[in-house]
């Protein structure tokens, strides 16, 4: 079994985003990176998960990000609000059953594996963000039809929401930053 840690940044303790990174990309990777900068200047509470070792198996990964869920010191009241990239939207079924918004980028909508992410996202129990590209197999913004989740898709983005002009990418990590920021603070 992969070992993990939970890192947090201390802000506000009734509003506590949880950050799950992807497989191979971390919370330092651009996209997760930014969007805790914008919610730690928002005065959030930010809770960093990071595998001690190599990412886990899927089926690992959903067990153990669902428990981390769960488990977030979120005082009564409070506001929970999840910020996944890839692999960390196998935590959005616990996510909806726990009634939690999301922020999911590049999540997994494709292929066998991709069944409980794309019913959680049907069943639409809490308002959700989604970030994809159109070049990334692992997309498909055409699932999405729950009436509280905002899709910002992204032409030609691939899985790491890039496309070869490194000026473009930047543009785009801007954009889907400031999709994330006025998102939580609509929560």
Do not use: C, N
């Not at 089926?59 to 999840?82: F, I, K, N, T, W």
Request: hydrophobic fraction near 45%; glycine fraction near 12%; charge should be negative.
């Amino acid at each position: 079994m992969t070992t993990w840690q939970i890192s947090t940044t201390t802000g506000d303790p009734t509003r506590v985003a949880t950050i799950l990174p992807g497989s191979g990309y971390t919370a330092q990777g651009p996209l997760l990176w930014y969007a805790a900068k914008a919610l730690r200047a928002a005065g959030w509470s930010v809770r960093t998960f990071a595998w001690d070792e190599l990412s886990p198996d899927w089926g690992e990964a959903r067990q153990v990000y669902g428990e981390s869920l769960r488990d977030a010191p979120v005082p009564d009241g409070g506001r929970h609000l999840v910020v996944a990239k890839s692999l960390g939207s196998f935590a959005l079924p616990v996510a909806a059953e726990l009634g939690l918004p999301g922020v999911w980028l590049t999540p997994v909508l494709t292929g066998d594996a991709s069944e409980p992410v794309r019913a959680a996202l049907a069943a639409g129990t809490a308002p959700g963000l989604l970030a994809g590209g159109t070049a990334d197999p692992l997309w498909d913004g055409g699932v999405v039809t729950a009436p509280d989740t905002e899709v910002l898709e992204v032409d030609g983005a691939d899985h790491s929401l890039e496309v070869g002009d490194w000026r473009v990418s930047h543009e785009i990590l801007a954009r889907v930053t400031g999709a994330v920021e006025r998102f939580a603070a609509q929560l």
